[in-house]
Every structure is written in structure tokens, then in C-alpha cells.
């Protein structure tokens, strides 16, 4: 019966789009692997990955759709991969580099040079010409945005000096790779008679320098005006479709100029990432973001030949391991350099370990240039989506990792910010006084409230340059990480009237807590947390008062409510 049933499933299917059978064998291999992954607590990324390497070598792609079906994957591939960065240029924020700026051009820059000059050496004593090695490198040396805050934020650590270093590494990374893309077909086999290098350069400035102008037209005036005719109208519907369109046109432009589909949707999602559309684009786009991410990952995973990936396997784990090894150590030694503590520096060492959403942008757009062979395009790009697949896990043992190396030795000696002799001699003298954890909007609002009623207060905050401002005001300060045993012995606890725990992180403040309660017993202690199930918790560990946000949410949203309806 089954094998009757057969040649009618496959004389309907050859009827079908193409396209269509990738779209819907796509989307029903990742609903099944994706809820398979969230029973046993994986990684949903790997999933898609996983998905896509499965439809594209178990045959059935070929036994529905036959020779057109590298067609669909190269065509699912590209728009994929446009729309995955139209959502990451909208997220890029010129708002945000501005608060992380020395994290971003010292760190993101240090960290760039040193991957790429360390990968590029690689891949010249590999055999690597001089062009392929270079964007070897620059492929390397990229980390991925959205597996690395992801994963931050599925550990509750998205406000950690740790996550911020991250997020300002990845802003330099965005603005390198723009300039990369830019610069990249000076790099790729000329094809025809194109002339000498000189004019290619000239060519590329030309057609560089056109499209920032029509970009700039756009985002200027172009955009604005659509959006604000389109929002007059009030239909949601017709403004989704604008930005969609407006993302689309150009990718388009950046195509015909012949600086790719991938960098002109970037460019369209920067173009209004700080306009005052951004905030209901957000709310209209990226709830479909994760179906972006999904089409990129599986597309991915579809340009996987199995077979040639067995053969090269070896090489494939060698490049993965040495990757995330080398990544991490010298990120976490920047991040050292920078004045984050030990653990903090492990976790965005760990958080950017692995190649990035770029790095597979470029293999695939620079796989078609014969630059190197299809084996090693295979052994590339399993290995950056390998690393990526395994960021999620790593990230899981990064904090235990790095309380096991504490315990073990590893970071006694502490980075203190140098102080001046009036500032130290009264924290040495400091009694009754409020020790304040956390310097964010909540700490310095206590800070104050506290200073204007005469209560001298000590701030532990582990950004530096918190630090440093509130050190040039005369406020006393230390440098130090609460979950720390070392930190509260120079925090004169023993003669402190209260402890206040003021960012929402219930893990860290469970850690501190516990060494709070050691020392001192006694002292009243205020936190916070984020969810209510944490609030018992610490309860438990010893605090006397657990502000929960997601209460004090609620009840100011319902006291607000009933004003209105009392107005109205």
C-alpha cells in the first residue's frame, strides 16, 4: 500500500514550488527537533543547525524536488541570512557605544587584532594564500551576538560586568565587519578583464561611497517620511510591510552596486535603529526575529555535504577546540586588563568564544570564489557552526568553572583602582553606615535618599568607571565582587547598620548573602529579585526585606488602572 502511494506523493510534490517543499520540511523538522531539545534543556540553536544537516542528507530533498533543490537552499540561504541582519543592524545602538565605548574600541579592538593576527598566522603556515587567510582570519576572530546574550540572559547574568564587556566587544565587531564587507571584493579572484587593482579600489569607493549616500538619503528623509505617511494611516499591518520593504530595497541597492544582500539589509536595520520608529519596529518585527534566526541556522546547516564533513572530521574538532580555546583565554585576559574580575572576565572570555552569525555570512559569501576547496569550506563552516552549537553548554559551566578556580588560587590578588589617602583612611574609620551593592538607577537613588538623611554609606560596584566617578565625588567605593569573601572583610561589616543588595540577580546576591550571614548574623539586609520564586529563597538565606519587581510591577500598573478609571 505504502509503495503504491508513493509515485503519487512524488508526482504531486514535482508540482510544487521547490522552494515551498524546503520552507515546509524546514519548518516541521524544526517545530519536532525544537521541542525535543526543550524536554531535555538544549540549546535550541544547535537544533536548527541539526535540522537543516538532516533535511539536506537524508535524500529527501532530492527525491521531491530533484535538481533544483541546490537552487532553493542557496535561495532560502540568502534570504535568511538578509533578514537575520536586517534585525541585528536594528539592534545595533550608537545610544549604547556611548556607555561602553572604552570597552568597545580598547577591548573589541585588542580582541579583534589579536584573533585575527593569531588566525591569520594559522592559516598562512596551513597553506592558505595571503587573501584566503585574511578572511580566514577576520571569519575567526568574529563571536556571535545573539548566541552570547542569549545565553547571558537564560543565566539571569544579561546586567553582568561580564554581559556588558560582551555586548561592547560585539559593538566594535558590527562596525569592523561593516568596513570589511566593504573592502571585501578587493580581496576576492577578479573575474573578467576588471583591470588593475588601482581601478578595482576606485570602483569599490564608487560604489561604497554611492551607496552610504543613498543610505543616508534614506534614513534621513526617505524612510521618515514613508513611516510617518504609513502611520497615519493606522494600520499596523501596512507599517510591518513598510519596514520589511524598506529593509528589502536596501539589500536590493546594495546588491545591484554589488556589495551584497547581506550588508544592505544591515545597513537598512542601522538606518533606523535610532530613529523614533525603533521601539514599535522592535514590537512589530523582532517577535518574528527568532523565525529570522531559525531560517539562518537551518540554512546553514543545509550547505553540510555529511560525507565530506566525516572525512575532515578531525580537522573540524582540532579548528573548534583550538577556537574556543584560544578566543577565550585572550579575551579573558583583555577583560583582566580592563578591571573586570576573574570571574567576570572568564564568562565574556567563554561568551565569546565562538565564531559568529558573520563568520558564517562570509564563508558562505567568499565559498563560491574557489579561494580554497570545497573540503575545506566544509571543515570551515562545521566548525564555526560547532562552536556556536556549544557556546550555550559552555556558558552553563562557566560560573562554576570559575568558583572552582577561585577556590583553587585563582585570582587572590584582586584589581583595586588606586585611592586617595582621605578616601581610604575614612573607610577605615567608616561605623554605621549602609553598605550598598550595586551602583545601577536603584543604588543611586538609595545612595542619595540615604546621604540626604545623614547616613554615610559604602557603594561595591564592579564597573570601573562607576567606580571612578563616584570616587572623583568623594563617595567611598570599592572595586570588588560581592561574592567574594575578601570584599566584605574590607567593607567593615561588623560595624555596618545595613546591607542592600539593589541589582536583581538572585544568584549573586544568594552567593553574597551567604557570606554576609557568616560574618555578621545580624545585620539587616534589603534585596531584590526579579521573580517571585527567588524571593522565598533569599528569605531563607537571611534577608529581612526581598523587593520583587514583578509585584511592584504589578501593583503600580493596578494602582495606575484605578486612578484612570477614578479620572475618568
Known amino acids: 500500500m505504502a509503495l503504491s502511494i508513493m509515485p503519487i506523493l512524488l508526482a504531486a510534490a514535482e508540482s510544487l514550488p521547490p522552494l515551498f517543499i524546503l520552507l515546509a520540511l524546514m519548518l516541521v523538522a524544526v517545530v519536532l527537533v525544537s521541542l525535543l531539545l526543550l524536554h531535555l534543556q538544549q540549546s535550541l540553536l544547535a537544533g536548527y543547525f541539526l535540522c537543516g544537516v538532516l533535511i539536506a542528507n537524508s535524500g529527501v530533498l532530492e527525491l521531491l524536488g530533484g535538481g533544483q533543490t541546490q537552487t532553493g537552499i542557496s535561495q532560502m540561504s540568502e534570504f535568511g541570512v538578509m533578514l537575520l541582519m536586517?534585525?541585528?543592524?536594528?539592534?545595533?545602538?550608537?545610544?549604547?557605544?556611548?556607555?561602553?565605548?572604552?570597552?568597545?574600541?580598547?577591548?573589541?579592538?585588542?580582541?579583534?587584532?589579536?584573533?585575527?593576527?593569531?588566525?591569520?598566522?594559522?592559516?598562512?603556515?596551513?597553506?592558505?594564500?595571503?587573501?584566503?587567510?585574511?578572511?580566514?582570519?577576520?571569519?575567526?576572530?568574529?563571536?556571535?551576538?545573539?548566541?552570547?546574550?542569549?545565553?547571558?540572559?537564560?543565566?539571569?547574568?544579561?546586567s553582568s560586568p561580564g554581559a556588558r564587556m560582551a555586548l561592547a566587544v560585539a559593538i566594535f565587531q558590527d562596525l569592523f565587519i561593516i568596513v570589511f564587507f566593504l573592502a571585501l571584493p578587493l580581496l576576492l579572484p577578479a573575474e573578467g578583464n576588471v583591470g588593475s587593482l588601482m581601478a578595482r579600489l576606485g570602483s569599490l569607493i564608487a560604489r561604497g561611497g554611492l551607496f552610504v549616500v543613498l543610505a543616508w538619503v534614506s534614513a534621513r528623509w526617505l524612510i521618515p517620511m514613508l513611516l510617518n505617511a504609513v502611520t497615519r494611516t493606522r494600520n499596523r499591518e501596512l507599517f510591518t510591510l513598510s519596514v520589511i520593504g524598506c529593509c528589502i530595497g536596501l539589500a536590493f541597492i546594495g546588491g545591484m552596486l554589488n556589495l551584497g544582500l547581506a550588508l544592505g539589509a544591515f545597513i537598512a536595520g542601522l538606518a533606523v535603529s535610532e530613529s523614533i520608529f525603533k521601539p514599535r519596529i522592535l514590537a512589530d518585527v523582532m517577535p518574528i526575529k527568532d523565525?529570522?534566526?531559525?531560517?539562518?541556522?537551518?540554512?546553514?546547516?543545509?550547505?553540510?555535504?555529511?560525507?565530506t564533513a566525516l572525512v575532515y572530521w578531525r580537522p573540524i574538532m582540532a579548528l573548534t577546540v583550538n577556537l574556543m580555546l584560544i578566543k577565550a583565554g585572550l579575551i579573558t585576559l583583555i577583560a583582566r586588563r580592563l578591571g573586570l574580575v576573574h570571574r567576570q572576565a572568564l564568562m565574556t572570555g567563554i561568551g565569546l568564544s565562538s565564531a559568529g552569525e558573520f563568520s558564517l555570512v562570509l564563508l558562505q559569501k567568499t565559498g563560491s570564489s574557489h579561494l580554497w576547496s570545497a573540503g575545506t569550506q566544509q571543515m570551515l563552516i562545521a566548525s564555526a557552526a560547532l562552536s556556536m552549537g556549544l557556546l550555550p553548554v559552555l556558558m552553563r559551566v562557566g560560573e562554576p568553572l570559575g568558583v572552582w578556580l577561585e577556590k583553587k588560587g585563582w585570582g587572590r590578588r584582586k584589581p583595586k583602582l588606586p585611592e586617595s589617602d582621605i578616601l581610604r583612611q575614612r573607610m577605615?574609620?567608616?561605623?554605621?553606615?549602609?553598605?550598598?551593592?550595586?551602583?545601577?538607577?536603584?543604588?543611586?537613588?538609595?545612595?542619595?535618599a540615604l546621604h540626604d538623611q545623614g547616613i554615610p554609606t559604602l557603594v561595591i560596584d564592579l564597573n570601573a568607571e562607576t567606580v571612578r566617578t563616584l570616587k572623583r565625588q568623594g563617595q567611598a567605593v570599592l572595586f570588588a565582587d560581592a561574592a567574594h569573601h575578601e570584599t566584605w572583610e574590607l567593607t567593615r561589616l561588623q560595624h555596618a547598620r545595613m546591607v542592600a543588595f539593589t541589582f536583581p540577580d538572585a544568584t549573586v546576591t544568594a552567593g553574597a548573602l551567604s557570606i554576609v550571614r557568616e560574618l555578621r548574623p545580624d545585620v539587616p539586609v534589603l534585596a531584590r529579585a526579579r521573580f517571585a520564586s527567588d524571593v522565598e529563597r533569599l528569605k531563607r538565606l537571611g534577608a529581612a526585606v526581598v523587593v520583587n519587581d514583578e509585584l511592584e510591577a504589578g501593583k503600580s500598573i493596578v494602582e495606575s488602572a484605578l486612578v484612570m478609571q477614578g479620572d475618568g
Open 428 to 448: 577605615k574609620e567608616m561605623t554605621g553606615h549602609a553598605i550598598i551593592v550595586g551602583h545601577g538607577p536603584v543604588g543611586e537613588r538609595l545612595n542619595k
Open 86 to 158: 536586517f534585525t541585528l543592524g536594528l539592534e545595533f545602538s550608537l545610544s549604547d557605544l556611548k556607555y561602553v565605548r572604552r570597552l568597545a574600541f580598547v577591548g573589541g579592538g585588542w580582541q579583534m587584532g589579536m584573533c585575527i593576527f593569531i588566525s591569520g598566522a594559522g592559516a598562512l603556515i596551513s597553506g592558505f594564500p595571503a587573501a584566503a587567510a585574511v578572511i580566514v582570519a577576520v571569519a575567526l576572530a568574529m563571536s556571535s551576538t545573539a548566541v552570547s546574550l542569549k545565553s547571558f540572559q537564560d543565566l539571569g547574568l544579561e
Open 291 to 307: 523565525l529570522f534566526l531559525t531560517l539562518f541556522f537551518v540554512s546553514v546547516g543545509l550547505m553540510i555535504d555529511v560525507p
